[in-house]
């Protein structure tokens, strides 16, 4: 595949963007913004999370490459927001789902894929004896905190603090800047702790005796790992006050192992969310755990029952037939090892590529290798949205898409390869705004901005004379924000 989206000047220069290499994405992307909110169906895959007038809008994809409307080419990175690990079109899943839709795609009762599904899936991990099928994250989530509140008779909900998102609806989404239309009532409900922080996880049940019903968090993220004795810590802090702890293995599930982070980490939850890997970019999640507080939702009980994923779709024949040939894909190789190897080399080549260019206190790799991210520092040393444009704009110049460096099992060594050169080459314009101590002459349009802010500004949309405004209709500057890339 030949990569088209980008060159550098023959002195090693950054050279300015081609507005034209992408001229029909941003048509694409204005478009729409009349018909879409946000201009994505995701905050994460907006236009404010690029550089302006460098927003692909995607056509196709192949294994670890994707295709925009302008005919570019680029090795992408974060991969379906980390649910994409065997590769796009992968041809065992994709074949898999088109034999199931084939045979009809939902019916009056279930099929036979929700019994082969549950079988699959409780053998895979850990903590579940019983599991019920969804087609996105924060439904199961949100049917997790309902089972724990039915099974305790307790209405608080305690989330990591420090961890970034665990579902749109308004118990969690109250926590967040973007609390606008959630009641006060709401907002009350939920109540916060730091991540490797027991203390803090006692300070809060002892501020709130016997009225925590779920304690949610992530074991691990892409840049942070349990401490020894923290996640043991909680297990027995969940059996001695009795709320129902929650592993949110949205990230960690089939990223981490096929059993999830639980696996890795030896503490099995009282219950688990699953989404993403799971189906390799269908749509397909899961809530499991517990047998005894699954059936609150179920036949199996003289207690009032809760209300638990009565979906439409939810059992949708082609999710669950992606569901298990990705597990049988991860059975027939090790998938997370080939992440985690081509992580690896990935890290290695990044990290080699900063050093040379003598960058290592500006451009950092972080995390499990098969879930790498890259953090980006002015000047100062401070983390800067400024600077991370320009990363990003220099990347995609050369063919690279990578709001992070979030690999799959798909990536080869020449799509590493190409990466790392990638890097090197947009390191020239880094190391020139570094020296200048600014991002001005460098930068096209304005920063990139946290995809979870109160405000539309510092990426407001024109207004219909073409004047960029803030929330509150003045002119909008070249404003950064101090969240951390």
């Known amino acids: 595949m030949t990569q088209t989206a980008g060159t550098s000047g023959s002195d090693g220069t950054a050279s300015a963007p081609a507005p034209s290499r992408f001229a029909r994405s941003a048509a694409a992307q204005r478009r729409l913004h009349q018909l879409v909110p946000g201009g994505a169906h995701t905050y994460a895959r907006g236009s404010d999370q690029y550089p302006e007038g460098m927003a692909p809008v995607l056509v196709r994809g192949h294994g670890a490459r994707v295709q925009d409307l302008d005919g570019n080419w680029f090795v992408e990175y974060g991969m379906g927001l980390r649910a994409v ?19 009809g795609v939902n019916f009056s009762r279930p099929s036979v894929w929700e019994l082969q599904a549950a079988e699959r899936f409780c053998a895979q991990v850990p903590g579940a004896e019983m599991v019920k099928f969804a087609k996105n994250g924060s439904d199961v989530t949100t049917a997790a905190i309902k089972l724990a509140r039915v099974a305790t008779g307790r209405d608080l909900v305690a989330v990591c603090s420090t961890q970034p998102f665990f579902s749109t609806d308004d118990w969690f989404v109250s926590t967040t800047a973007m609390s606008a239309g959630i009641p006060q009532a709401h907002r009350d409900l939920t109540v916060g702790f730091r991540y490797n922080d027991l203390d803090s996880v006692r300070t809060m049940l002892d501020a709130h005796p016997g009225q925590v019903a779920a304690l949610i968090l992530e074991q691990a993220t892409a840049t942070a790992e349990p401490a020894p004795g923290f996640l043991e810590g909680l297990r027995e802090l969940a059996d ?57 939702g179920g036949l199996n009980t003289d207690a009032s029952r809760a209300f638990l994923l009565s979906t439409t779709h939810g059992a949708e024949t082609t999710g669950l037939a992606a569901y298990l040939a990705v597990a049988e894909a991860y059975a027939e190789r090790d998938v997370v090892g080939v992440m985690e190897a081509q992580g690896e080399r990935l890290r290695r080549g990044v990290e080699r590529a900063v050093a040379e260019a003598g960058l290592a206190d500006h451009v950092t790799v972080m995390g499990r290798a098969s879930c790498l991210v890259f953090g980006t520092r002015d000047h100062e040393g401070n983390p800067s949205q400024a600077f991370r444009t320009l990363f990003l704009q220099e990347l995609l110049e050369r063919g690279v898409l990578a709001q992070s460096f979030v690999i799959s099992a798909a990536h080869t060594d020449a799509d590493v390869d190409h990466t790392v050169e990638a890097v090197r080459g947009a390191l020239v314009a880094y190391g020139q705004a570094v020296d200048a101590g600014t991002t001005d002459g460098l930068l096209r349009g304005r920063p990139v901005a946290p995809a979870m802010r109160e ?13 960029e405004v803030d929330g509150a209709g003045s002119v909008a500057g070249r404003a950064t924000t101090e969240v951390g890339s």
Do not use: C
């Open 455 to 467: 405000r539309a500004a510092p990426r407001r949309l024109p207004d219909a004379g073409g004047v």
């Open 240 to 296: 001695r006050d009795g709320f129902v702890l929650v592993f949110d293995e949205m990230i960690t599930g089939m990223r981490w192992a096929a059993g999830g982070a639980q696996s890795v980490y030896g503490v099995v939850p009282d219950l688990s969310t699953w989404g993403k890997a799971l189906g390799n970019g269908f749509s397909v999640s899961a809530l499991a755990g517990r047998a005894d507080l699954m059936e609150v």
């Open 85 to 103: 690990t065997l590769g796009h079109g992968y041809e065992a899943v994709v074949g898999a789902v088109a034999r199931a839709a084939s045979e």
